[in-house]
């Protein structure tokens, strides 16, 4: 069965300090791989995802992440945290023959620091 | 280009009410999604539809759960004698393909929620 895991319920970074948000899957099929950002009383709103092209994915403001299939990661980082980027945020996965439905990490909440 | 909605935002209501949650996708979305999300955990698989048609409702917990898209637009989740363990953020989501392979990586446009408190 596919699974995601995110390491840190809870992630404090100072403003102007690098992000990286842990995201580590279980899947023995080739995954798709999601990043979504929660703000308060807020759809789920998509960050980035992968879809098998290239393995360093660019998103919405200045987030990136890369996947690499040997340490079955999907970290998500962005070089210089701004206070507007404190959220939850989640990894998502899903592969072809599934039922498409996203299968959730718990989500890590970050707080940006002045 | 209206998100996806979904009403109430907030309901309250006693244990063994019926309760039916709303949401109305984004226009043209061929799929929609119900997740549950429970405080201080990710979204939850349900059920979804493509058009009209129910897909998969292998997520809905037990009978009491059931839900609807009868003209391929609006849906409703409705849970029945509703018991303190529901109550969590019911979340909606739609994309504009359907069951395709290449619909696996759409992108998937959530709803604000409808926050679900069982007395």
């Known amino acids: 069965a596919q699974s995601v895991t995110q390491l840190g319920s809870h992630v404090s970074v100072s403003e102007g300090a690098l992000v990286l948000l842990r995201c580590n899957y279980s899947s023995s099929v080739p995954p798709y791989l999601f990043w979504y950002v929660q703000y308060p009383n807020q759809g789920l709103q998509l960050l980035l995802k992968?879809?098998?092209?290239?393995?360093l994915v660019k998103g919405i403001n200045g987030f990136e992440a890369e996947f690499k299939k040997s340490e079955t990661s999907f970290h998500l980082t962005k070089p210089s945290a701004h206070m507007s980027d404190a959220a939850e945020y989640f990894c998502?996965?899903?592969?072809?023959?599934?039922?498409?439905?996203?299968?959730f990490g718990s989500g890590t909440q970050l707080t940006v620091l002045p | 280009g209206a998100g996806v909605s979904q009403s109430p935002r907030y309901k309250v209501t006693k244990r063994g009410q019926d309760v039916a949650l709303r949401c109305d996708p984004i226009s043209g979305h061929v799929s929609l999604y119900w997740y549950r999300q429970a405080l201080g955990q990710g979204p939850e698989f349900l059920t979804y539809?493509?058009?009209?048609?129910?897909?998969?409702k292998s997520g809905l917990p037990n009978d009491r759960f059931s839900a609807e898209r009868p003209e391929g637009s609006i849906s409703t989740l409705t849970i029945q004698r509703t018991e303190q363990r529901d109550s969590a953020m019911y979340r909606c989501a739609s994309s504009l393909e359907s069951g395709r392979t290449s619909g696996y990586t759409d992108t998937q446009y959530f709803g604000p929620g409808t926050r679900l408190t069982v007395l």
């Open positions: 539809f493509n058009y009209e048609a129910q897909q998969d």
């Open positions: 998502a996965v899903t592969f072809s023959g599934s039922a498409r439905q996203l299968t």
């Open positions: 992968y879809t098998s092209a290239a393995t």
